[in-house]
């Protein structure tokens, strides 16, 4: 008896690009790290809540899309074309660990880890400032208030 075939459905073109089920690689670590992790409880946020959250990547500035408008002046007054350019590509776990080790008191100035964020076995200063320093940028903060 000859086997049966399967109906076959009527489709629209195709890309010729077969569909693979996806598979979630989950790259959190299995037990807490502690050149990764300040704390038990920072692995725990990584674990439970931070690990599964998706990253909204930034999007690109482009200047001269503003050059008759405010941002435009704005940006090329105070040196930011840095600051907006492309973004780099952004290493998802380590974002994720950055975010999973920001402590509560980091705006405390009586915590011993003030505006610093443990990351990759070593305190990271976390500020307005260090980021202007990071971009080259000058101390703005009051002309923004």
């Not at 086997?3 to 890309?15: D, H, I, L, M, Y």
């Not at 790259?27 to 038990?40: A, S």
């Not at 690109?60 to 008759?68: E, K, L």
Request: charge should be positive; hydrophobic fraction near 30%.
């Amino acid at each position: 008896m000859p086997r049966s075939k399967k109906p076959t459905q009527v489709a629209g073109p195709s890309s010729g690009k077969r569909k693979t089920p996806s598979k979630k690689n989950s790259k959190q670590p299995v037990t807490y790290d502690d050149n990764k992790f300040e704390t038990e409880t920072a692995w725990l946020v990584y674990k439970n809540d931070t690990s599964i959250q998706n990253i909204i990547t930034e999007r690109r500035v482009v200047i001269s899309n503003f050059v008759n408008e405010l941002l435009g002046q704005v940006i090329t007054r105070n040196q930011w074309k840095t600051f907006v350019a492309t973004p780099r590509v952004a290493y998802v776990e380590i974002v994720k660990e950055f975010y999973a080790n920001i402590h509560d008191d980091i705006d405390n100035p009586d915590h011993p880890k003030y505006r610093q964020v443990y990351m990759r076995g070593q305190y990271i200063p976390f500020s307005p400032l260090a980021i202007l320093r990071y971009y080259g940028l000058d101390n703005t903060e009051s002309d923004i208030f």
